[in-house]
């Protein structure tokens, strides 16, 4: 995701800006810049550029931007392709005001056109500069000795959706102001300077002592000091506290793995794939998707080709389709997508999911159903990717990067994002009305805060597969959209801890498998609530019989498998089709503790890529 850095002091500006932008790279990002406040002329000088911060430094050669105040961002396309001009900071009208974000704006269209009509004019495609335009008008319009921090305030609670904001003003030589609504926001405290961030690795060179901005707060960031109100302005306290970790670490961001980080970052990662896709109107706007409302009602089938873990998250998605739309959908192993001659054509949507949007069967698979006539739309978190620009529509995930080989916030933002295409395809086609579409992104948009509270009640599961961490087999059992979810359970664990592992629809342990269950098998079961909760309570007590030991994720106040398990899992209770976005946590967790108490390395599994870029 989008990397903030802000910097006050007595140093060069543009040195520590950049050095923190670079330690945010991890983040991932399609483009970067700067604003550095000339103290001087008073003119805040900006340079920007697409692609790596390599590109920005060649631009940074040609110039000079002196000073000790600056701000910094390193961006991932929401709104706006990754161009220079999009690229952040952006400036309001007269260059007074330069800001940084993170986050998208849900009401950015009203805000940009309320600002058309009043006479600013807009250079960039982004949700971004709309903000600069609107903190010039409220920091103008209180006259002389204006209020920089007031303005943000006044202009915060105008905006919905997620954001960080970092701000600065020519007139204003020694103030940066940041303001935050969800996302993270971090003070770095330091001695006659002071710093603002995405998180503490930005600045963890030049101090480790730091301070968290809460939610809707904002803060005056000056030399000698640092000041934190709400959005009424009234100063509020907060918990300093120190780092304990050092440069070496930083890019982990103080965890052991990047594994371990990634799962703890799926909160975020959602609410930034979900958000801000919900118009004025009530009608979900899926803008990325550029296919014909025309088009999508004239859809007979659709077929999803994915492979690994995005191949599960696509499974997910044909329950949510055929209930939503009534479109009967398949799901296919890329790999083996083109080679058995499919029945595609221009009524079939083919959906290609795939992290990277560079896995090569993926985008063969697309290549072919294009040459068969189908409409093809990319699900992938890169910008630009082959599979992105060989698509005639693209949903970006915002997922940002996921530097550990197993997929953990990818395909959670996966899942996120097969759901809204099953809603916008049946808002479409008129299978939902606007009533029930509204209804399900509320449940979709709750996702967030009941995955947080999934990652606080994940002890019993570390405990247990430290437990178990000498078992060279373990079985996962689910039925509906659980039989996914325990093929991916069975695909961690294969990846991280090299052991035998499976996954199955729990009707079938009966047609064979139980036939491996001995004395003290590990089998993880799946028991959310749903309406075959029932017919799963009998599987599960059917190996309990035999001897397994078994490790049941259960939905909050549903008691019906407690009797039969040996170890209990709760997570929050939320619509059954919706589950996935849960039990996938303990699913993550525990393959990641069982490959830990085997003394391996959870990020760089033996044999695997990131992405496979060849068939």
Known sequence: MCGIVGYVGEQPALDVVMQGLRRLEYRGYDSAGVAVLDPGTHALNVARKAGKLANLDAELAETELPGSLGIGHTRWATHGAPTDRNAHPHRDCSGAVAVVHNGTLENFAELRDGLTERGHHLASDTDTEAVAHLIEERYDAAGTGADLAAAVRAVAKELDGSFVLVVAHRDQPDLVVGARRNLPLVIGLGDGENFLASDVTAFIAYTREARAVDQDQVVELRREGVRVTDLDGNEVAGDTYHVDWDTAAAEKAGYEYFMLKEIEEQPEAVAETIGGRLGRDGRLRLDELAISDEDIRGFHQVVIVACGSSYHSGLVGK????????????????????????????????????????????????????????????????????????????????????????????????????????????????????????????????????????????????????????????????????????????????????????????????????????????????????????????????????????????????????????????????????????????????????????????????????SVTVE
């Open 319 to 610: 329950y949510a389709i055929e209930r939503w739309t009534r479109l009967p959908t398949q799901v296919e192993i890329a790999s083996e997508f083109r080679y058995r001659d499919p029945v595609v054509g221009r009524d079939t949507l083919v959906i290609a999911i795939s992290q990277s949007g560079e896995t090569a069967d993926t985008l063969e698979a697309l290549r072919h159903a294009r040459q068969q006539g189908a409409w093809v739309m990319a699900v992938t978190n890169t910008v630009g990717s082959s599979i992105a620009r060989e698509s005639d529509a693209v949903f970006y995930t915002r997922s940002g990067p996921e530097i550990a080989v197993a997929s953990t916030k990818a395909v959670m933002t996966q899942l996120a994002a097969v759901y809204l295409v099953g809603l916008h395809l049946a808002q479409v086609r008129g299978t939902r009305d606007g009533d029930e579409v509204r209804s399900h992104y509320a449940d979709l948009a709750a996702i967030p805060d009941l995955i947080a509270e999934t990652l606080t009640r994940m002890d019993p599961m570390r405990k247990v597969a430290r437990e178990i961490s000498a078992a060279e087999r373990v079985l996962f059992l689910g039925r509906h959209v659980g039989y996914p979810m325990a093929l991916e359970g069975a695909l961690k664990l294969k990846e991280l801890a090299y052991v035998s592992a499976e996954g199955f629809p729990a009707g079938e342990i009966k047609h064979g498998p139980i036939a491996l269950i001995e004395q003290g098998t590990p089998v993880v079961v799946l028991a959310t609530r749903h309406a075959l909760a029932p017919k799963l309570v009998t599987n599960v007590q059917e190996i309990k019989a035999r001897g397994a030991r078994t490790i049941v994720i259960a939905t909050d106040g549903d008691e019906s498998a407690t009797p039969y398990a040996d170890d209990l899992i709760r997570i929050p209770d939320t619509k059954s089709l919706l589950s996935p976005l849960l039990t996938l946590v303990p699913m993550q967790v525990f393959s990641a503790e069982f490959a830990m108490a085997r003394g391996l390395d959870v990020d760089q599994p033996r044999n695997l890529a990131k």
